[in-house]
C-alpha cells in the first residue's frame, strides 16, 4: 500500500513538472518584440469609479506613445462621473454613457461594447477603472507586439501589495494564474487573459459579432474572447515591467471569495482542450497532497515524503522567482511554500463550487 501511495505522489508531481518546466522555459525564452507604434484605443469602464478615475486618466494622458485616444465609458455612475469628465475635456479623451442595463446582454458586455464601437482606432487597448499603468510606455509596450497577423497580445495586471494573509495569498494566486495563461500562450494554446490588461483588433471584435455568444454569462468578456479565437497564430505577449498595470485587491475574504468564484464558473465555458488540461492539472496538484499525506501518516521512512516535498517545495519557490522577474516584478518569495499549501485547496475548493454555480452577479 505504501509504495502504491508513493508511486501515485511521485507520478503526480512528474505530471506537474511536465507543466512548470513547460511554462518556465517558455516564459525565461520570451524576448520583448515591441516595434512599431500603432494608433490606439484606450477603453475604460467605469461604474462609480469617480475616485480612480480621477488618478487614471492624468496618468493615461501622459502616456508617450505617439497616436492614441481614451475611451472612457460611464456605465450608470451616480457619483458625478459624467459632470467630471465633461469637465476634463482633452482631444485626446471622449466618452460613451450607458444609462440603463439591457436585459439582453450583460451590463459590463454592454458597456464594453459601447466603449469598442466609439473607439477611432482599430487596436483596442483595454484596462479598468481601479488599475494604473506604472509606466509611460505602457501603451507603446503593449501595442507594439501586434503584427500583421496578430490579433490579441496578452498582458499581466498584478494586484497591488497589502498585508496580511489575505494581500499574501491573492499576489501568489494572481501570479500563479498569470503564469498559467502566459506560459500556455507562449507554447502555443493561448486559453485566457485578463481585461485589466489585454489588447485585441476592433475588427476581429466586430468580424466574430463581439460578444453575442456569451452576452448572457457573467464575466468572462476578457478570457472567453480569447478562448474562443485566440490561436497560436494571431496571439502574441507583452512582458516586462514597462508592460503592467496593477489593480487594487480585495480587502476582504467575502469579496475576494465572491470575485473568484465569478472567475472560476467562467471556466466551465472553455473549450474541452482547456478544461482538460487545466483540469489535469489541479487534479495532478489535489493527488500529489493527498498522496503525500497519506505517505506521512503511513510510513515509517520519512525520507521519501520528506525529500518530495523539499523537491516541490524548492522547484515552485524557482519557478515562481524567475517568472516574476521576467513579468516585471519580484513576490515575497520565502511565503510561496505556505501558499502554494494553501492554494491547493483554494483550487479545490472554489473549482468545485463554481462549477455547480449556475447564477453570479456582477457588482450591482
Known sequence: MIDLVAVVAIGSLMVLMMYWLVI?????????????????????????????????????LKQSHADFEIVIVDDRSDDGTYDYLLGNQSDKLKFARVDQVHDHINAKKFALTMGIKAASNDIILLTDADCLPVSENWISQMTGSFRKDVQYVLGVS???????????????????TAMNYIGFALAGNPYMAVGRNLAYRKSSFLDHKGFSKIQHITGGDDDLIVNDHATKSNTNVALG??????????????????????????????????????GLQNLSNLVFWLALIILAIQTNNYLIPAGLLIFRMIFVTILNNL?????????????????DILYV?????????????????WKK
Open 158 to 176: 498584478p494586484y497591488e501589495k497589502s498585508k496580511g494573509l489575505l494581500g499574501q495569498f491573492i499576489q501568489f494566486e494572481t501570479q500563479w
Open 24 to 60: 518556465l522555459i517558455k516564459i525565461l525564452g520570451y524576448k520583448s518584440n515591441a516595434k512599431k507604434q500603432y494608433p490606439v484605443s484606450v477603453i475604460v469602464c467605469a461604474h462609480n469609479e469617480l475616485d480612480h478615475l480621477k488618478k487614471l486618466i492624468p496618468i493615461l
Open 323 to 339: 517568472t516574476s522577474k521576467k513579468f516585471g516584478y519580484r513576490m515575497n518569495i520565502w511565503l510561496v511554500p505556505v501558499m
Open 241 to 278: 515591467a514597462e508592460t503592467l498595470t496593477y489593480s487594487l485587491p480585495k480587502l476582504t475574504w467575502a469579496d475576494y471569495i465572491h470575485q473568484k468564484i465569478r472567475h472560476w464558473s467562467v471556466g466551465k465555458h472553455y473549450r474541452f482542450k482547456d478544461k482538460f488540461l487545466l
Open 345 to 361: 485547496g483554494y483550487a479545490s475548493l472554489f473549482g468545485i463550487i463554481a462549477l455547480f454555480t449556475k447564477k453570479v452577479r
